[in-house]
């Protein structure tokens, strides 16, 4: 007689699955409160999960279903808030601000800037903001302040001194995450090229696209599915006592 070792698709397919649906929901869990965790973050971009089957070849080389969890991008517009300040600036749908950093040009849609020392524009982190691919330096000297137009160019005392990049990729969801609110550039996205129609304005911050309510409701979801859960491995761990207790004990 052979002896098949290791999980079988037929009496293991319970726990499996119970199994297979906490570590999901722990993966969801986990990019939820991230996403909670930046519910003021502006320009941040909530992620999505999604779920897959695919087969998986066990210990005895039979195949069963599984599933895959997929992470993605959610880019959708987040609400446009007033500031006053003329520093801050966002986008209106589609498009990045290009800023340098000590690994290279990254990619941000938050536009809440300032001036550095040398009165170039510069993120929250200091990331020189590029435009018409270098430093922009916003020096007023006069003190009638500095407004970008519709064509998103800098003008300081009347005078243009420099244009606002703003750029897109051909498949945003290669883009790859990084931390500081930033993106990075792949194989996948492409590389980043000029959005020449994009509307910038001023005085302006983009929010996160979190909403805090759908938020809230999903985490009671995930606390009855993970109650659901809990149940399903009891009661098939009653079933293997029972079995290995009562089925083939003599009557």
Known sequence: MKIITGLHPHNRLGPMEGLEGARMLEQKLSILSHDVSNLKTPGFKRQRITFEEYYLRQIDNTKRTAKGEVVKNDFSQGTVRLTENPFDFAIEGEGFFAVQTPTGIKYTRAGNFTLDAQNRLVTQEGYLVLGDGGPIVLQDNTGKGVWLNENRRFYVDATDVAGLDVVTFDNLYGLKRLGGNLWEATEASGNA???????????????????????????VDMYREYEAVQRSLKITDGLDDKATNDVGRAA
């Open 193 to 219: 090229r000029p959005l020449p129609n994009a509307r910038v304005r001023q005085g302006y911050i983009e929010e996160s696209n979190v909403n805090p309510l759908e938020a809230m409701i999903h985490l």
